[in-house]
């Protein structure tokens, strides 16, 4: 008798877990294509069957930013019947590519299924913001990326805002590319009248320099000839990282003083030489380093008697002017001193002068 039960309520168990609904959709994913903003919102129906031999119920449908799906078969819908989900995006201020998922709960074993739509929003021409500069069929925001002070130890991110202008899909690449910049761009394919982003990420520890310094890279097409004038400038200010430092580390670390921030040459004549020289003296409590005395003037040389000050020690660093180098009859430039100065690592001189 015991078995003759335990029988009959396994086989029951075992009718009631074979008894379910069961979700089968025609397509689980749409693409849109490319499209314009003005085109406005689009919809495309999902089409699912029930598969099972219990009614299947849609409890719930969740979408994401710029999507709706307020319309879906409501009802239980019975075996080996169908049902639709309406799905909608909105392209308004939304331009470039998108992928969005649609979550689909029901009473089914498994109980939520996840649907995607993708597409190429054309932004609005009334709203576009004109690139000045162009590669090609590529137009840039811009061609320099400043990433202004860039502290070691740590990755710095910059960008630029590109589209594409022509008919045809860009795949932009990048060569000559400096050991310490690595370029992407995202998206990786740009169709006509797509924008994406140049993105750039610096290390400033793959390299051995320190202040203000200039790279180049060059960036190329996937088609056609290359345009000659095609090269992206970074440019960075590598210094020291003191965000983590305490006042009391501050206080004891070495600091810089110049006997003067202003060098005038006053009126130089002839293509003679000039030379003046300043004393730069450590007020602080450890061992001042000067990393570089960064100079971009070619009518400039600089030289550093020592590199390393002890505390209320001092060191000089003369600057001479050669005539013969300058471009223009005026003398107006900065010389910087790079130094672990956590109050001032980057020390402006300005040099003054003329020429006759």
């Not at 960064?294 to 000050?309: C, F, G, H, I, Q």
Request: hydrophobic share 35%; net charge positive; glycine share 6%.
């Amino acid at each position: 008798m015991k078995r003759l039960i335990l029988t009959l309520f396994l086989g029951t168990s075992l009718a009631v877990a074979l008894a379910q609904p069961q979700i089968v959709f025609d397509a689980k994913s749409h693409d849109f294509g490319t499209f314009e903003e003005e085109t406005g919102p689009v919809t495309h129906l999902f089409k699912f069957v029930n598969t099972g031999n219990e009614p299947l119920v849609v409890t719930n449908v969740r979408t994401t930013c710029g999507c709706t799906a307020s319309q879906y078969t409501r009802e239980p819908v019975a075996p080996n019947d169908s049902g639709v989900i309406k799905v909608t995006y909105n392209p308004k201020g939304r331009p470039g590519r998108f992928s969005k998922p649609v979550y689909v709960t029901t009473n089914a074993s498994i109980d939520r299924e996840t649907l995607r739509i993708t597409g190429v929003v054309i932004g609005s021409k009334s709203r576009r913001i004109a690139n000045p500069y162009h590669i090609g069929d590529l137009s840039l925001r811009s061609l320099h990326i400043p990433l202004f002070d860039v502290p070691k130890g740590h990755i710095k991110t910059g960008q630029l805002v590109v589209r594409n202008e022509g008919k045809t899909e860009l795949i932009p690449t990048f060569k000559n590319m400096p050991p310490h910049i690595l370029a992407e761009m995202i998206p990786s394919m740009l169709h006509p009248d797509e924008e994406g982003i140049l993105k750039i990420h610096y290390d400033p520890d793959a390299i051995d320099d320190w202040g203000f310094r200039r790279d180049e890279f060059t960036l190329s097409l996937d088609h056609g000839d290359t345009p000659q004038f095609n090269t992206i400038t970074v440019s960075a200010n590598l210094l020291d990282d003191f965000k983590s430092w305490s006042a009391e580390e501050r206080q004891q670390a070495g600091h810089i003083i110049l006997s003067s921030d202003v060098i005038d040459f006053g009126i130089i004549k002839g293509n003679k030489p000039q030379k003046q020289a300043l004393t730069i003296t450590n007020t602080g409590e450890s061992k001042l380093t000067i990393h570089k005395i960064s100079n971009e003037n070619r009518a400039l040389k600089v030289k550093l008697k020592r590199r390393t000050v002890n505390p209320g020690k001092s060191t000089e660093l003369t600057i001479e002017v050669d005539p013969s180098m300058a471009r223009t009859n005026l003398l107006n430039c900065r010389v910087m001193i790079i130094s672990n100065d956590p109050n001032q690592p980057s020390k402006p001189i300005r040099i003054l002068g003329s020429f006759e």
